[in-house]
C-alpha cells in the first residue's frame, strides 16, 4: 500500500511539474526540508515542500516573489465535505511558509540578488485527482471558509482539478492556433507595476493569476503586429463578454493588435447574434472589427 501511495505522489507532483513548465516556472527546486522554527507550536522537526520557484514579480515593481509549492494527488475523488481536509493542507503549507521565512535557503536567494525592494513569501496547493467529476466544485464548497490566521505568509493559492484543467487547455489553444509562436503572458496593470523597467509581457504568469478566473495572453503574429488572447474560465455570456471587452481594449491601448476572446462553451451557432449585438453596444468599429470570439476547447463545431 505504501509503494502504490508513493506511485500516487509521484504522478502528482509530474502533473504539476509539466504545468510550471508550461507558466514559465522552469526547474523549480523540488523535495526541500524547511527545519520549523517552532516545533512545539508546528508539531514538527522539518516541513517536507514539494517544490520552490522565484521570480521578479511583473505586477509589482521591485519585488520578489517567492513560491513554496505543496502538491496533494489521490486516486479517489475530492471528499464531499472537503474543508476539514483543505484546513489541514493550509495549515501544513502556512507552518512552511513561516519557518522559511527564517530559513538558510530564503536568505541566500535574497544575498544573490539586489534588485529587490520588497520580498513576498506565498504558497501554492495543487489539490489534485484522477477523477474526472465535473459536477464537484471544490472551489464553490470552499468560497465561505475562513482560512486559518495562525500562520505568517504572504497568501495561499488553491488549484483544483478545474483549475489546472482551464490553463492547460487555454494555453494550449494559443499554442495550437499560433504553431511556433511564441507565446507570451500579457500583465495585467495592477497601479504597482506602472515604471519603465516592468515589462508589459513575459514568459512567467504571475502567481495572482492563480486566483483568476481570466488568462490573458499575447502572440506577436508579425513584425508591427500583436494579438491578445483573453481566455475565460466562466461560461458564454453577453455581458461578461461586453466586460472582457473593455477589458481588451485597455490592455491593447498601447499597441496595434487584434483580439481573441475564448470561453470554454463558446458556440458560434447560438452565440453570434449576441457577439454583434455586444460590439454594437460597445460602438467603436475600429476596435470590434479586429475582434473574434471563440472556444478555447477543441472541438469541430466551434
Known amino acids: 500500500m505504501g509503494e502504490f501511495s508513493k506511485r500516487i505522489g509521484d504522478v502528482g507532483e509530474e502533473i504539476v511539474v509539466d504545468f510550471l513548465a508550461l507558466i514559465g516556472w522552469h526547474q523549480p527546486v523540488r523535495n526541500i526540508d524547511i527545519p520549523s522554527i517552532d516545533p512545539e507550536k508546528h508539531e514538527k522537526n ?10 521578479k514579480s511583473p505586477v509589482i515593481s521591485r519585488t520578489l516573489e517567492n513560491i513554496l509549492i505543496s502538491v496533494k494527488y489521490s486516486k479517489d475523488k475530492y471528499p464531499n465535505a472537503p474543508v476539514e481536509k483543505f484546513k489541514s493542507h493550509y495549515r501544513d503549507l502556512g507552518m512552511a511558509i513561516e519557518s522559511f521565512k527564517k530559513s ?86 495592477t497601479g504597482m507595476n506602472n515604471d519603465n523597467d516592468t515589462p508589459k509581457n513575459g514568459s512567467v504568469m504571475p502567481v495572482q493569476y492563480l486566483g483568476s478566473s481570466i488568462l490573458p495572453m499575447r502572440v506577436q503574429t508579425d513584425t508591427d503586429k500583436n494579438t491578445l488572447i483573453l481566455c475565460s474560465r466562466e461560461n458564454f455570456e453577453e455581458e461578461e463578454l461586453i466586460k472582457l471587452i473593455g477589458l481588451a481594449k485597455n490592455i491593447t491601448a498601447n499597441y496595434q493588435s487584434n483580439t481573441i476572446i475564448a470561453f470554454p462553451d463558446y458556440n458560434r451557432l447560438q452565440h453570434e447574434q449576441l457577439v454583434d449585438n455586444a460590439k454594437l453596444i460597445v460602438e467603436e468599429a475600429s476596435f470590434t472589427k479586429t475582434l473574434s470570439v471563440e472556444n478555447f476547447n477543441s472541438n469541430f463545431r466551434n
Open 104 to 189: 538558510e535557503i530564503r536568505a541566500n536567494t535574497i544575498n544573490s540578488r539586489s534588485d529587490f525592494e520588497t520580498t513576498f513569501d506565498r504558497g501554492v496547493i495543487f489539490w489534485l485527482n484522477n477523477v474526472d467529476d465535473d459536477s464537484f466544485d471544490l472551489l464553490e464548497k470552499l468560497s465561505k471558509l475562513e482560512t486559518p490566521k495562525d500562520f505568517n505568509h504572504d497568501g495561499i493559492f488553491l488549484v483544483d482539478n478545474k483549475k489546472i484543467e482551464f490553463f492547460f487547455k487555454a494555453i494550449e489553444f494559443a499554442k495550437r492556433k499560433y504553431s511556433g509562436k511564441e507565446i507570451q503572458f500579457t500583465y495585467f496593470s
Open 46 to 55: 522539518n516541513h517536507g515542500v514539494d517544490a520552490y520557484f522565484h521570480y
